[in-house]
């Protein structure tokens, strides 16, 4: 039970990774773009990415799960203690930085499926931007791509962990 346990951790905490570093290796192509024809790109990431973004709260419960069946007397409980807080401080990112800033761009878009409910909720209680905001995208552009940036950062320390933990 426990390797299939840390298999399937390993598996959903890579998904969740890869997604963030697949907007850090769009970030130089990105940044070079008009605003016009960056929301227009930015619209093809809400459906895909709305669906694969559940690999991260099922991958912090899954560490969560590993640091409850490891003994804290050895180092892989530090080390799945610290790929928790970080898979824990990537979702925290996304919900405090980038999803306003959805919220935002999407305040006038009509999605259907996932997307809609997921688009319209806001968990952190009303965090949202202001409509003067619109005057200066590129402010909206930057927080939101660098944002990603330190979730891809984040997820990739969280793999890390992970990996190194198990292979002890």
Known sequence: MFPTLQIL??????????????HLLE????????????????RIYYPGFTIGGVAEPIGILLLLLLLFLTPANIIAFWLFAAA????????AVFWLLIQPVNNFWLKDAELKGLGAGFFSHDPVGGHRIETDAEADWTMLRDLWEWSHAARAVLGLLAFILLVTAIAL
């Open 27 to 42: 970030l130089p192509g990105k940044m070079r773009l008009s605003r016009e024809d960056y929301m227009t790109v930015q």
């Open 84 to 91: 928790f807080a970080a898979m824990a401080a990537m979702h």
């Open 9 to 22: 951790t390993i598996l959903v905490v890579a998904v969740a990774m890869a997604l963030a570093l697949a």
